[in-house]
């Protein structure tokens, strides 16, 4: 695990879900940190530092997870906060992409309002495995001819190689594992 000094501190409050959702996955359970005031309080501040000041206009945050970050993450920076969401999840006109998983496909939306052209976009998850999911998000934002200024994930799966799919766009994480 590459963590600085605050990370490895919240390192230790994410819990490990052996078999979940399958056998052979080792999942990393954030619960637990959202649990500890403390510990999502620092969560949110060392995200906040590091974009603080780079002029963001709207933070997309993948659901369900990535809603949590993502939304204390755009009130902190005094930006839109814009949720991108499965399928048929949101009530007006959308914009979607569909992505390949590892069996089958999977289709995203934002809404069409979502995002002026030239907006200054930080995508937010809580979590970077593959990559798939939020170089979807990328296109989508692209899409709305947005400039992507960052991705932030609470935890990265470095093990998984996902930054590979994201070049080009400056990734942060607050833990790696």
């Given at each position: ?31 637990t940190l959202l649990q500890?005031?403390?510990?999502f309080k620092k969560t ?95 296109k989508l934002v692209k ?35």
């Amino acid at each position: 695990m590459k963590t600085h000094s605050a990370s490895q501190s919240l390192a230790a409050t994410i819990r490990d879900v052996p078999d979940f959702p399958k056998p052979g996955i080792l999942f990393k359970d954030i619960t637990t940190l959202l649990q500890d005031p403390r510990a999502f309080k620092k969560t949110v501040d060392i995200l906040v530092k590091e974009y603080k000041g780079k002029e963001i206009d709207a933070v997309v945050a993948v659901e369900s997870r990535g809603f949590i970050f993502g939304a204390a993450l755009a009130y902190k920076l005094g930006a839109a906060f814009i949720p991108v969401r499965k399928k048929g999840k949101l009530p007006y006109k959308t914009q979607s992409v569909t992505y390949a998983l590892e069996y089958g496909t999977d289709t995203l939306e934002m809404h069409v309002d979502g995002l002026k052209k030239d907006a200054r976009v930080l995508i937010v998850d809580d979590l970077l495995a593959t990559g798939g999911t939020v170089q979807a998000v990328a296109k989508l934002v692209k899409g709305f001819k947005a400039r992507i200024v960052g991705m932030a994930f609470v935890v990265e799966l470095g093990f998984l190689k996902g930054r590979r799919k994201l070049k080009g766009v400056p990734v942060y994480s607050v833990i790696t594992f």
